[in-house]
């Protein structure tokens, strides 16, 4: 069953390796965020199955404490990979409909990416949960506005440029939730072990999107 509509925050752990990733994460849920997608690198080969580890490795360490997606899903292939490895939901930044279908028969949570009124539609009718809007931050609270005059029944997630200035008014404007990337998980402040600056951030944000 999808929970992704049961969050208003969704962090984006992008590039954080290994030897971090367990710190922030629990930074993350100390500022009370518990839905966090792990973005699958397509650099390599190798790097591809090192994302994979660590999907495998949060959803080992953390189980049911957090709710634990893939992100930069592309393929059939990669819909399944990411659910062996734990992953409960798949995200992408296009609209594949192949990708949704896969994702649902695997009784996944989907959540592809779309602009126009078109891909929105051709996601959401392929079964997909949530519609990513992306970069939603860039296009402003009008964008959406818009976009839901003739596709109100579809729930839309906003992604890229989303900060603690503009979460609130992005969601009052009518998106049922936003992810975050780097303006909450810097990987200046992971890389510096300043965890506790995460996790005051992502109080932050928790509290701005009420």
Do not use: W
Not at 41 to 64: A, M, N, R, W, Y
Not at 137 to 144: A, M, Q, R, V
Not at 182 to 187: A, T, V
């Amino acid at each position: 069953m999808c929970r992704l509509l049961d969050y208003k925050i969704l962090a984006i752990a992008r590039g954080i390796d290994e030897e971090h990733i367990i710190p922030t994460i629990q930074a993350l849920i100390d500022g009370g965020i518990e839905a966090v997608e792990l973005p699958l690198s397509h650099s390599s080969k190798e790097e591809q199955e090192k994302t994979l580890k660590i999907i495998k490795k949060v959803h080992d360490t953390f189980g049911t404490q957090i709710y634990l997606g893939a992100g930069t899903v592309l393929s059939p292939e990669e819909v399944e990979k990411a659910s062996e490895m734990g992953a409960e939901y798949m995200i992408s930044p296009n609209t594949d409909v192949d990708v949704i279908k896969r994702t649902k028969e695997l009784g996944k949570g989907s959540m592809p990416g779309a602009l126009t009124a078109t891909e929105a539609i051709t996601a959401y009718n392929a079964g997909a949960d949530v519609v990513k809007i992306f970069p939603a931050g860039n296009f402003g609270e009008n964008y959406i506005k818009a976009l839901r005059g003739p596709c109100d029944f579809i729930p839309y997630a906003a992604v890229g440029g989303v900060n603690v200035d503009n979460i609130k008014s992005l969601i009052n404007a009518g998106y049922s939730m936003a992810a975050v990337g780097g303006n909450l998980i810097s990987k200046e402040l992971v890389m510096k072990g300043d965890y506790q600056q995460i996790t005051k951030l992502a109080k932050e944000y928790v509290q701005a999107s009420k």
